[in-house]
Each structure stands twice: as C-alpha cells, then as structure tokens.
C-alpha cells in the first residue's frame, strides 16, 4: 500500500510541478506535512543534495524520499510516479506536434504558464532561504550561514578569478566550511 501511496503523491507533484525540479518543493512541503515521511529539515538536506549530485533535482529528491519510506522499491516507485506524466505529456505532444506548432491557442498557452512556473520557483526560493537561514524550532539564528552564502555569491559572481571556476569547487569548499566550523544543527 505504501508503494502505492508513494506513486500516486510523485504522480501527483510530476504532473503539476511546472518549471523543473525547484518548483516541486512546495508539492515536497505539502507531502511532508500531511504524510511525516520526512520533515522540513530532511527536505532542507534533500535540496542540498540533490543540488550537489548529478540528475534532475525533482528525481533527486523523489528518489531519496521514496527510499527513506519504502526502501530501493518506494524509491523506484516514487520515480517512476515523478516521471510519469512528463512521459505521458511528452508522447501525447509528439504525436500532435505538427497541430501543435502552429497553434496560437498552444503558443498563448504556453507563454501564461511561464509567470505560474516563475512563481512557482519563486515560492520555492523562499521555502529553502527560510530553512536555510531561519532557525528551527529551539535554536539560535547563525550569523554564518548568511555570511558563507554572501561569500559565495560574491565569488561566483564577482571575483574575476573564480568566475571560472566549475560549480564543483564551490559545492566541496562549501561542505568543507561547513564541517570546519560546526555549520550543521
């Protein structure tokens, strides 16, 4: 039944989770609040691995989900519950894609989802800022995550020197700053 379950909640997030893996945090949320598979500082540490590791986060995450509620299975289940829709949308597309091309019925369609998919990201931005930086329940605000956060923006972004720089590097000095100095709670 559990399997079950978890297939019909990832069907469910894949089928409404416009605009790629970010947008199914709020869907992530809600399962965790009426499920308690996982809590929000699971998800927070979901995010943050998914971010880190090779896929699609929304797979990522539905994966590590599915395996923490029902084993290797939920997390194929769970997948396969993520991917599904996108599949069933995909064959269903390319079989109209001639009608579809031309349409402006499609074309109109598609431009008024782009504000629902950008708040949808937007909506998750604030989710992960919130867990990131807001304190759990009984514990001090850490100055230094923001502190850690604006470095990196800063050097990502700023620094002509580590501009260059592949993502990996800031990902693995990250993690590294945050076991020298205690980050995790």
Do not use: C
């Not at 720089?165 to 993690?175: N, Q, T």
Request: charge should be positive; avoid cysteine; glycine fraction near 10%.
């Amino acid at each position: 039944m559990i399997y079950l379950r978890l297939f019909w909640e990832f069907f469910k997030t894949g089928l409404f989770a416009v605009g790629g893996g970010m947008a199914t945090l709020p869907f992530l949320y809600d399962i965790s609040d009426r499920t308690g598979w996982f809590t929000h500082a699971q998800l927070a540490d979901m995010v943050a691995v998914s971010e880190s590791t090779p896929g699609p986060i929304g797979v990522n995450m539905a994966t590590y989900v599915g395996f923490l509620t029902g084993g290797v299975g939920g997390a194929a289940v769970a997948t396969l519950g993520l991917i599904t829709p996108s599949i069933i949308v995909i064959l269903i597309v390319s079989a109209f894609l001639a009608k579809f091309r031309s349409s402006k019925y499609v074309n109109g369609a598609f431009y008024g989802l782009r504000p629902a998919s950008t708040a949808m990201i937007l909506a998750a931005l604030v989710l992960v800022v919130k867990a990131t930086f807001l304190p759990a329940s009984g514990t001090a605000f850490d100055w230094r995550l923001p502190v850690l956060a604006a470095v990196l923006l800063a050097l990502t972004n700023a620094v002509p020197q580590t501009k260059k720089l592949h993502p990996i590097v800031f990902i693995l000095g990250s993690a590294v700053v945050g076991v020298a100095l205690g980050l995790a709670q």
